[in-house]
């Protein structure tokens, strides 16, 4: 409402505020796998839900939902950031089926590591509850806590060209961001397409009969 108060339209809505829990999978809570939900999924749903009938009705508008590559691939420590980011990509794509015959455009962007205060200390919270079990793989801490303030990618970088994006009439649906997003994303899509290829024969000839 302040937005269209002050504007009267809204032409862009950039979703980027979340966090990360990490921890093994058995060692979060529901209590915080359904906080990390809260933010980075419900968060950018309860915001797109607010922007969507201003862009219908303008018949005009991108949204550009900030993922993660671990919304696309699986790793470790990070099932409940992963559940969240898998959860906006699969909202996001859907929801750009529904909306582009309004004009309205949405893109997922899947950042590789860029140097932003998402590790940092203050930001970042670590599974509460420890499995023994897991202690040799090492602590989430251990893993993730080296990358904070060594992180490759300049994020001034990646906003410029969010802001291409912004500006492009056939915006991409899905972005990487970065050389080490590409690195471990087509990999993964890769072994994804080869799984099919080897048992495409188990995937096929599920119809039912024919009489």
């Known amino acids: ?54 862009m219908r009705e303008q018949r005009s508008g991108k ?3 900030i993922s993660s590559v671990a919304g696309v691939v699986g790793q470790r420590h990070c099932s409940a950031y992963s559940a969240s980011k898998f959860a906006l990509e699969g909202m996001s794509l859907a929801i750009a089926e529904e909306v582009g015959q309004f004009g309205i455009n949405v893109t997922i962007v899947e950042p590789g590591f860029f140097r932003t205060n998402l590790l940092d200390p203050k930001n970042v919270l670590w599974a509460t509850h420890e499995v023994a079990d897991y202690a040799a793989q090492g602590s989430p801490e251990a893993m993730w806590g080296q990358y904070n303030g060594a992180q490759t990618n300049d994020p001034a970088k990646l906003a410029a060209a969010l802001i291409e ?8 649906k899905v972005f990487a961001a970065g050389a080490d ?31």
Do not use: C
């Not at 994006?165 to 991409?172: S, V």
């Not at 590409?182 to 024919?210: C, F």
């Open 181 to 211: 997003a590409l690195a471990t994303i087509r990999p993964t899509i890769e072994a994804r397409l080869e799984d099919m290829r080897t048992h495409e024969a188990l995937s096929i000839g599920m119809e039912v009969a024919q009489p």
């Open 1 to 54: 409402a302040v937005t269209l108060a002050r504007f009267g339209r809204i032409d862009l809505l950039v979703n980027n505020a979340g966090y990360s829990i990490l921890g093994n999978f058995e060692a979060i809570t529901a209590q915080e796998l359904e906080a990390q939900m809260r933010t980075n999924f419900f968060g950018a749903a309860n915001v797109m839900r607010a922007a969507l009938p201003v």
């Open 165 to 172: 994006i912004a500006t492009m009439h056939n915006p991409p």
């Open 63 to 65: 949204i550009i939902n």
